[in-house]
């Protein structure tokens, strides 16, 4: 127990200083604190210049919540839990492996150092893309889990920030699971993490804002605005009633497995979910909400 103490307060301390320098060391290439801020910035100046809903305000409706829920999520949210959480579940799988005489190291199917680097990071592009495609179809198919998720599904009006709303349960679940398969193939190593993680987070960004593009042909590969706002619609048909387009980066997977839904143009569909008019409206509740509804 004192070993995961150590190891939960050593990640606390670990990322206290990374936080910190984030917010000094504003030149280095992979600083998410400023990356962050350009990318919401520049996909917000496309919304204005290029509003698909022409008559949505520039300030939407929850514009500075979802705001607030960018930076908890993305920054705060990793010091107060998932870090510390993160390093201890593996430590702790580390441990029941070693009681069988196990190592994470028996079960790498290869490992991606022996690959071209492009190539490496491609496959674990690839790999991460989908089993968080799984994860999130679990979001909407375990009533526990749906209880955590319908804080993302409680935006009524699309735009770049609504994609980081999220109950902090969320990345409990995804970062537990893509551990699996991050476990059995070695040779990943930070900056392949924060290469594929940013690249999500600007595809999630366009996903999300009030743009009108499907990027024609690619379509069929990248997830995009027409596609996703489908994801939100509050009436789908009975045979979708666990959601559609459930794609992170790549719609690749929704059309592969059959769950792509665009039966037409979606820019003024209504948002949401069933009874989303009694869902909490402010940040506390939303947090609260799932932790004390019976999935």
Do not use: C
């Not at 490992?111 to 909407?140: E, M, Y």
């Amino acid at each position: 127990m004192e070993k995961y103490l150590d190891i939960i307060l050593n990640s606390y301390s670990g990322y206290w200083r990374y936080l910190k320098n984030e917010l000094i060391d504003i030149y280095h290439w992979d600083n998410y604190f400023y990356g962050l801020i350009g990318l919401s910035l520049l996909v917000w100046g496309l919304e204005i210049l290029f509003p698909w809903r022409k008559n949505q305000p520039v300030f939407r409706k929850d514009f500075w919540l979802d705001t607030f829920y960018m930076f908890f999520n993305f920054f705060l949210l990793n010091l107060i839990v998932l870090i510390a959480l993160s390093n201890t579940a593996a430590e702790i799988f580390n441990d029941i492996l070693g009681f069988s005489g196990l190592h994470v190291s028996n079960f790498e199917l290869f490992d991606i150092d022996v690959l071209p680097r492009w190539l490496g990071l491609f496959i674990f592009f690839l790999i991460s893309d989908f089993v968080q495609w799984n994860t999130h179809r679990l979001l909407h198919r375990v009533p526990m889990l749906w209880n955590f998720h319908k804080v993302h599904h409680s935006v009524k009006e699309m735009g770049f920030a609504a994609h980081l709303r999220y109950h902090w349960m969320e990345p409990v679940v995804y970062n537990s699971l893509l551990y699996i398969p991050i476990a059995i193939i070695g040779g990943f190593d930070a900056q392949d993490v924060a290469i594929v993680h940013f690249f999500a987070i600007a595809i999630g960004h366009l996903n999300h804002a009030n743009l009108g593009w499907d990027y024609g042909k690619l379509k069929y590969i990248f997830n995009n605005p027409k596609m996703h706002i489908w994801h939100h619609a509050k009436e789908l048909p009975e045979h979708t009633k666990y959601g559609v387009n459930y794609g992170i980066t790549l719609s690749t997977w929704d059309y592969i497995f059959r769950t792509d839904h665009i039966p037409s143009d979606g820019r003024d569909i209504e948002l949401g979910f069933d009874e989303d008019e009694n869902f909490p409206k402010d940040f506390l509740r939303q947090s609260i909400y799932p932790l004390k509804t019976k999935g």
